[in-house]
């Protein structure tokens, strides 16, 4: 007489094999949850996005998501070109951190 939980029949029961697919797909489940968790929440919904990469460097990138349409917006390293333009007003940031445009 044998003690123990492992009978010999025990290996050709379908019901384990059934278990371990239950388990599989449990696991399956948790990382996609765990990856959806990382993600942004409003590059999953059709709201506008912007993004910056590399804020401050020379390769710096704006990426703008409406919806459908992305955006981008390289910089050539260099500071902008104002030849040919003139000054058409001034620009406040109040306390509030809001900017106020006052044309000339």
């Known amino acids: 007489m044998r003690l123990g939980l492992h009978d010999e029949g025990d290996d050709d029961d379908p019901l384990l094999s059934l278990v371990n697919l239950v388990d599989v797909f449990l696991v399956l489940a948790a990382a996609l949850l ?26 710096m990138e704006v990426i703008i998501r409406d919806g459908q349409r992305i955006e981008r917006f ?6 902008a070109d104002a030849s040919g333009g003139k000054r058409a007003g001034t620009a406040w940031r109040m306390p509030d951190g809001s900017l106020v445009y006052v044309p000339e």
């Open 74 to 79: 390289r910089g050539d390293g260099g500071a």
């Open 34 to 59: 765990v990856a959806l968790a990382g993600v942004p929440p409003g590059l999953i919904g059709g709201e506008r996005v912007t993004v910056i990469r590399n804020a401050g460097s020379p390769a």
